[in-house]
């Protein structure tokens, strides 16, 4: 997996942290956080916060408390062990995107399929610069709606081989989630000790955790799964218009949730969450890849070390309706501060299409290639006297070129990032290949890793085991 | 003018510097730099400098004293007071593409016209965040050959009211552009007292300044005209495939240059150019929004910085051969960084397509749009007591939703950055709207905005004085 050893770009002064932590300390503690599950007020209110209802009054120092018993870092393994992976510190882990009904390819746009899911895994498989299929990369709307989870499942733990999202619809499908996983890795017992998946419980934002994200919640944090605190954002809709307040309202959401799962389980691993852009203000709709939302990213990761904790942010995000130039610079607009702030889990890392509702393969393809180009601008560079290279100047001295100097020819092979996508072929060139633009090619490459890839072996034992579980529920849930 | 108050992203350590310093010095003292115009190996010879033909060995320690001559920042007037520039420091400068032989419009690539040099100027001064039209931002093939610097000028400085870059073909260009920038300011003294124009001078890379820009150096800083003394630096082609050594041969190659500059007139304004990025290895064409590049650009700002000198670097390069998604996310791998170095004056801020070969009016449009973007997101946070909005929670509270608080109502006009090219309509309304992609658009923006363009009012007689001038001078040049 990915390590970003370079420097964090940060950009809070201690003053406006300071102002940032008055700030979610007022919200928690004379606004409140609902929880709708009694079971999580309960916790509460027997740890001594004072509650209303559903409200929960919280002591801010409480919850800095309950934050310091979360792991800084933690590693998550996959059931091929070199898929493994770690998450905090200088760890960057990729996956996704997550949630969209629909899907584009080429010039069609419509509903997604389970095939349609299938295919995306194969394609996450594929390439090495992403970690996880991630959870719902498209809803699979020909797949029974009750039982769709396992299918999704079945699908990931099969067709890849690396470490994947949990189902947060409700605590019915978190129980399936972990009880196939407990099949793929031998046991509860084991993942137990190290985590084998990840989960996103959402915010209701402003201020509300919601009892399905809650029940998957419980679920997770009791069975040491690490869960996304993850308050959504949309400035202007859920939260106010102002970057400082959507911040600490962020804050005060992330480590209210974070709290709680400390109370389900002391220690269990948790990421500090973040969704956060704004809408366009005058047709309400959202936007990504904006201005806004890349100085959140960049706070955001202060904000988590901050509070010692891994974070989620960032992603291939743009509202663009097709993989044109907005969609490239809307979610550069985005992923290049992903990278600056040092983000530990990368949710919708590739795929993200118009707002988040449509999973795109070209857009895959085009999102993979600028990970690959972002991690290798995020290697530190290697500067020692060798690296001056004094010899290949005077070998080749004044106005000549360096195309054949020694140097140049131990090293041509692997001295540049070779990109797989982009093209600087001359124009000539380009017109006699078909004049494909950058969409057309990133079809055929997607076609073409489809046609190259191969399942990740897994013990037939273990696939009937799994398929039984699948069946068996099927029936139990009625689809 | 854009003013970036954010933190520098700084990636070299003290040690990678002083290995930098290291490398250069061993360049330009044991390999030397040729100047192929003899008027400048004897001021270096004048200065103490050991002499070989062409080639110059410098004493390192001499060229930073000549370095140090040079101002650290310093402005450069526009006809128009409001639009004039200041270079250095925070202050960052946006020029459009230059150079290129063909536009691209549409469909259609062709080869570039006096009509479209014109066109780009009126879109170079319709754009706030453009501070010029730059040099040649098309070449315009259908004018004579030898009089088209005059041409160029003449559009430049009628239709905009912006600084502008000097043409730099030959001294006798140089000149005249001299002459009539003369004429526009109202005399030589008064642009020599605040310059009124920006020179490229770039290196024939490795080591050896050419004839012909060495012509039109002197005769701008014998001026007291800035001129950006640019090694050229294609990786692998033009210097060493690792980044460090060419960073080493940069820092050799514009040093000297600037040497020269001081040489001519003590004190004259210059710029630490860079232009640098890498070949493919395999076909050896040019490739642009490399990672390689960009960590050159971070690197590159540090530099100079060092030196105590403003820079350019950046803009929107790409290799790409029509404005889609490699073309922007190409772009935004080089702007990006672009802004994270603090860059002082940046060219091929808008427009550059094909590797530079094209000057492509969808692409400018584009360009602005993610300029507009960025300048935002380089606009520091105000985290105050106020910008918590706790009212705006209070009456809020859970679940609830900011459309219609107070604090929204107060400010939803200018919360947040509108696009004017990215669109966020959903999909139903996108396609009834006629399915156009983000070139689409733009085309459509670009005709708008010439459309809309109104010339900046100019003295007639200056006009007219100008018109004499372009008139006699091509008469005198054959033309």
Known sequence: ??????????????????????????????????????????????????????NVFLDPDFILEQVAKAPREFDVQARNPERSVHIGGQHMAFSSVYGPPFVREGEVRREATLDDYRNFAR???????????????AEPNDAPLDSRHLDMLYATMTLTDKMYMGNVVSGVNARDTLAMTDILFGGRDTIEETPALISLINCNSPLRWDDRMLDAQFE???????????????????????????????IAEA?????????????????????????DMQSGSPQFGTPESAIGLL???????????????????????????????????????????????????????????????EKYVIDVQVLEMLQQEFTPLEITEESMAFDAHAEVGHGGHFL?????????????????????????????????????????????????YQPPPL?????????????????????
Chains 1, 2 share one sequence.
């Open 1 to 54: 997996m990915f390590v970003n050893k370079m420097p964090h770009y940060e950009i809070l002064s201690e003053d406006a942290i300071a102002t940032l932590d008055r700030g979610w300390r007022r919200i928690v503690s004379e606004i409140g956080i609902e929880f709708v599950k009694p079971e999580a007020v309960k916790l509460f209110e027997a740890a001594g916060q004072r509650v209303d209802g559903d």
């Open 220 to 250: 997770y944090s009791a069975a040491n799964q690490p869960v996304v605190l993850t308050p959504f954002l949309l400035m202007g809709a859920m939260s106010p218009v102002t970057i400082p307040a959507a911040l600490a309202q962020q």
């Open 255 to 279: 480590l209210s949730g974070i709290a709680l799962s400390q109370l389900i389980r002391p220690g269990c691993p948790v990421i500090f969450g973040s969704f956060l852009s704004n809408i």
């Open 123 to 137: 394609l996450a498989q594929s390439y090495s610069s992403i970690d996880s299929v991630g959870g719902v990369v």
């Open 459 to 479: 013990d037939e034992a273990i696939r009937e085991e799994l398929l039984d579980y699948v069946n068996r529920r099927r029936h139990e849930l009625g689809d």
């Open 299 to 361: 706070c955001t990761g202060q904000i988590a070390r901050h509070f010692g904790l891994p974070f989620r942010s960032g992603g291939g995000l743009n509202s663009s309706q097709v993989p044109d130039a907005q969609a490239a610079y809307e979610s550069l607009m985005t992923m290049l501060p992903t990278f600056l702030a040092g983000t530990n889990w990368v949710m919708h890392a590739a795929g993200w299409l118009e707002g988040g509702l449509v999973s795109c393969f």
């Open 404 to 452: 054949g100097a020694m140097h140049t020819m131990e090293r041509f092979r692997t001295c540049f990032y070779r990109p797989f996508l982009s093209s600087s072929e001359n124009f000539e060139r380009w017109t006699r290949n078909g004049s494909k633009d950058t969409a057309t090619r990133a079809g055929e490459i997607y076609h073409q890793k489809l046609e190259e």
